[in-house]
């Protein structure tokens, strides 16, 4: 499974953006929904963290306790994308925001999109 984010940028505080992860090569045994779907983010010299997640049907959101409130993560399955909506953004949010999809012991990573807060 190939994952490409997008709508990463610099933006100022109190902003807004939209992280979009598009997933490719799904095997043909599976679907999208198959996959529950995280971002996680990675602050320079720190470590990754996780973000938000979503189950492969949708239902069920979680957030870490950081962005919760001001993100929201959607998905798509008929289109395989899966979004970070992100307001109220803060200088503390700048990182490298990674998408990461998981079936079973089967687990993939995007090559990430820089999200910079500053002024």
């Known amino acids: 499974v190939h994952l490409v984010e997008s709508g990463g940028g610099l933006v100022q505080p109190g902003g807004s953006l939209r992280l979009s992860c598009a997933a490719s090569g799904v095997p043909s045994k599976l679907t999208f929904s198959n996959f529950a779907m995280n971002w996680y983010r990675q602050a320079p010299g720190k470590e990754r963290e996780w973000v938000a997640g979503?189950?492969?049907?949708?239902?069920?959101?979680k957030y870490a306790d950081s962005v919760k409130g001001r993100f929201t993560i959607s998905r798509a399955n008929a289109k395989n994308t899966l979004t970070l909506q992100m307001n109220s953004l803060k200088s503390e949010d700048t990182a490298v925001y990674y998408c990461?999809?998981?079936?079973?012991?089967?687990?993939?990573w995007g090559q990430g999109t820089q999200v910079t807060v500053s002024s």
């Open positions: 979503i189950t492969g049907d949708g239902r069920i959101t």
């Open positions: 990461y999809a998981k079936w079973v012991t089967h687990e993939y």
